[in-house]
């Protein structure tokens, strides 16, 4: 590094060291005046009672490992049923205010609301990151993932399902889950609420975010102006571009802890741990039957049995761990570390996929006059002021209802995709933030910027308005692995990406980054903000033909960004795939009353953000483990009710054992038929 470059970096630091105290006394300052001004973003009355150590029971029905996206919808349907005793042990704590604030998305990580995980350093990405290591942060508290997410209900591509069913996996083609994308939601845009592909009583709500800056509007009109179509890409089609749309209620996040535990956290038949860290799954050796969990909670372990099932819902990097500490995992690896085999599984923790994008495109913008009071892109300074708080707090208005990360969200096809199908390989996210304009305070620690990455390419544009676009890959080729480090459950596993193994990944990505880049630059609409790239090149990057494909392919190598969507690590697939963890039923091969519901079961990535997907997921295993155990259960869609109430039947039938009057949630739209079946033991294991 020059002598310039290494006071240019102390600089940088130096800077960000003294602008530190003033944003978290904003953070501090908003998340007291919240407690004191909005009773309702504390919703008290609902929120969860962690279940003391001494009320937990011996034995449970089931017993959920991980209270994340999935974990929370399955305690949720399991917990309809009365005659269930369901337990959802949880390693982190409750969500807090700050938590429901879009604005506040990237604060969120590196916290203790995070696991903070960090990939093994490799020779093809994140070579611009702290130790070439990228962070993949992971909800460690109630709700999961969806409490630290950006929002974003994205649910993939008709195709991408279709795929799932045509690999031996019956029931998961597009057709069969749509209708559990449905029930799930709460749709609350106007325009999409008696669409076909829309549901409106479940309990996931989705709106628009709350507030806009005008960014939002050129980004529509510009790629409007490259020819694309502005639609509801959740919809019939996928190629094209929309205003975001958020798992938020009332401008606030709806996470599956607000959505799906909220309302069913007074059923006596549930109850929830927190801070409850699941360290070994019980499996009888002889009949290779699952039959409890044990866990540690504040210092003390535990251990409790399921007469019916254990489900891990642990997410993508913690239940392929669990089951490979259990001895379900690839032989010669659980040898390696000294854990005893009990089912040579190959396939768990491979097959590992994620959405990586290629960061750091920044992009500089004059407004016109007609904008001089207004807040374009997100200002640190500017955004983090009393002004914003008191518009939170006291109008339910302003900058804190805003996901500046991405305000319009574009499908495009590259020129390797088939033009005349509808299956984009490229997710844009058009942000009217960027990495200077946070002065690195938030993204740069979130991602893991190296200090001289930041300083050469961001120091010198500091606070300018700047606006972002994040290019991502959405079916890459490339696959990576999830190792265990050694025997210890409070050890991280090792997480090896290999983004870019496949060079094709590259080559589509610097193909999207070009197209998104014409978009930026090359539209009327944008050319009237005079967008210009941001000149400063990327360390690493400066003896290439600045913005030609090598300098892309070098950008998307130095600054990349995991999109969060790790999935695959434990998948579906039909018996005769060798390296299939899970039946179609999400049930664990050669294992009996054990079930992985989270995104390790999914054999492919779906084309979109992944948080939506798993809640389908959940959806549609809580019907199969009801099926499975003989009890009834029948969705009803609105159409079908509707003609049912014309008949003068009573809506709520059958709901009178069922506690679901929490929340503003009717149950109308069910029939469940509940009978106590009894519980399937091949022995007495205790
Ligand atoms: C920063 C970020 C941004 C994202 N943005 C979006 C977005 O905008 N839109 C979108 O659709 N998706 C987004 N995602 C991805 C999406 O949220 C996840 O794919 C999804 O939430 C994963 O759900 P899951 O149920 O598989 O796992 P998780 O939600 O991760 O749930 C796993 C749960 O298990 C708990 N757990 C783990 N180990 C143990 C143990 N041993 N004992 C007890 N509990 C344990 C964890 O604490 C966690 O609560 C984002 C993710 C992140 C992290």
Redesign the pocket.
């Given at each position: 590094m020059s002598t310039i470059s290494q006071q240019m970096n102390l600089f940088s630091m130096t800077r960000m060291a003294l602008t530190l105290g003033p944003g978290l006394g904003f953070l501090f300052y908003l998340h007291s005046t919240t407690i004191s001004a909005r009773p309702d973003v504390l919703d008290r009355e609902h929120r969860v009672k962690d279940v003391p150590s001494y009320a937990i029971k011996d034995t449970y029905d089931f017993v959920i490992?991980?209270?994340?996206?999935?974990?929370?919808v399955l305690a949720n349907r399991l917990s309809e049923n009365p005659y269930w005793n369901v337990l959802l042990?949880?390693?982190?704590p409750d969500e807090i205010s700050l938590t429901d604030m879009p604005l506040m998305?990237p604060t969120?990580?590196q916290t203790p609301f995070?696991?903070r995980y960090r990939t093994e350093p490799g020779e093809k990405y994140c070579l611009g990151l702290k130790d070439k290591r990228c962070n993949?942060?992971?909800?460690?508290?109630?709700?999961?993932?969806?409490?630290?997410?950006?929002?974003?209900?994205?649910r993939g591509n008709r195709r991408d399902y279709d795929r799932w069913e045509s690999l031996g996996n019956p029931g998961w083609g597009y057709d069969d889950v749509l209708p559990y994308f449905k029930k799930s939601e709460d749709m609350r845009i106007d325009e999409y609420r008696e669409d076909d592909y829309h549901g409106k009583d479940g309990y996931l709500t989705v709106e628009h975010f709350r507030y806009h800056s005008p960014l939002a509007d050129w980004f529509l009109e510009a790629a409007r102006e490259s020819g694309y179509e502005i639609r509801d890409v959740n919809g019939e089609y996928q190629t094209g571009f929309t205003l975001a749309h958020?798992?938020l209620r009332e401008g606030l996040r709806c996470s599956?802890e607000k959505g799906f535990i909220r309302p069913a956290a007074k059923r006596p038949n549930l109850h929830v741990s927190l801070h409850?860290?699941?360290?070994k799954i019980l499996i009888n050796e002889y009949t290779k039957q699952a039959y409890g969990v044990v866990?540690n909670k504040f210092g003390l372990s535990k251990t409790v049995y399921s007469d019916r099932e254990v489900i891990l819902?642990?997410?993508?990097?913690?239940?392929p761990?669990?089951l490979m500490l259990a001895g379900i995992g690839p032989k010669e690896h659980l040898e390696d570390v000294g854990v005893e085999v009990l089912v040579d599984s190959p396939g768990v923790g491979m097959n590992l996929q994620d959405h990586a994008a290629l960061g750091g495109a920044t992009y500089l913008f004059e407004p016109t006059e007609e904008y001089d009071d207004q807040v374009c892109s997100f200002q640190l300074p500017k955004v983090f002021s009393t002004e914003t708080i008191n518009q939170f707090t006291q109008e339910k208005t302003g900058p804190i209802y805003w996901l500046p990360e991405?305000e319009v969200m574009g499908f495009v096809k590259t020129k390797y995709e088939n033009q005349t199908d509808d299956w984009p390989d490229i997710q844009y996210f058009f942000a009217s933030y960027a990495d200077n304009t946070d002065g690195g305070l938030f993204g740069k620690k979130?991602i893991g910027l190296s200090d001289e990455l930041y300083s050469a390419v961001y120091e010198n544009i500091l606070y300018k308005e700047s606006f972002s676009i994040l290019t991502l890959l959405l079916r890459p080729n490339s696959r990576g692995r999830i190792m265990l480090k050694d025997k210890n459950?409070n050890s991280q596993v090792l997480i090896y990406p290999n983004y870019f193994d496949d060079p094709q990944d590259l080559r589509v990505m610097v193909d999207g980054a070009k197209k998104a880049h014409k978009i930026a630059t090359e539209t009327p609409t944008m050319q009237k903000y005079n967008a210009t790239f941001n000149k400063f090149r990327m360390p690493g990057c400066h003896d290439l033909d600045f913005l030609s494909d090598e300098y892309w392919a070098c950008q998307a190598q130095h600054v990349t960004m995991t999109?969060?969507?790790?999935?695959g690590t434990a998948k579906m697939g039909p018996d005769e795939d060798p390296v299939a963890v899970v039946d179609p039923r999400l049930r664990v091969r050669g294992i009996k009353n054990l079930r992985v519901?989270?995104?390790?079961i999914m054999p492919y990535i779906p084309s979109?953000?992944?948080?939506?997907?798993?809640i389908m997921v959940?959806e549609k295993a809580a019907d199969m483990i009801k099926e499975d155990w003989g009890v009834l259960h029948r969705y009803v869609d609105s159409s079908e009710q509707e003609t049912e109430n014309e008949n003068g039947d009573d809506e709520n039938k059958n709901d009178e054992n069922i506690e679901l009057k929490t929340g503003q949630r009717t149950s109308a739209k069910k029939e469940l038929i509940m009978q106590k079946t009894p519980a399937r033991r091949d022995m007495d294991y205790w």
């Open positions: 490992v991980g209270g994340g996206s999935a974990g929370a042990l949880e390693a982190g998305f969120l990580q995070d696991w993949w942060p992971r909800g460690k508290v109630l709700g999961g993932c969806s409490v630290l997410n950006a929002m974003l209900y994205i958020g798992t599956t409850s860290m699941v360290e866990f819902s642990a997410g993508s990097l913690a239940s761990q669990l991405c979130a459950p999109i969060y969507h790790p999935v519901v989270d995104c390790s979109g953000n992944t948080n939506a997907p798993v959940a």
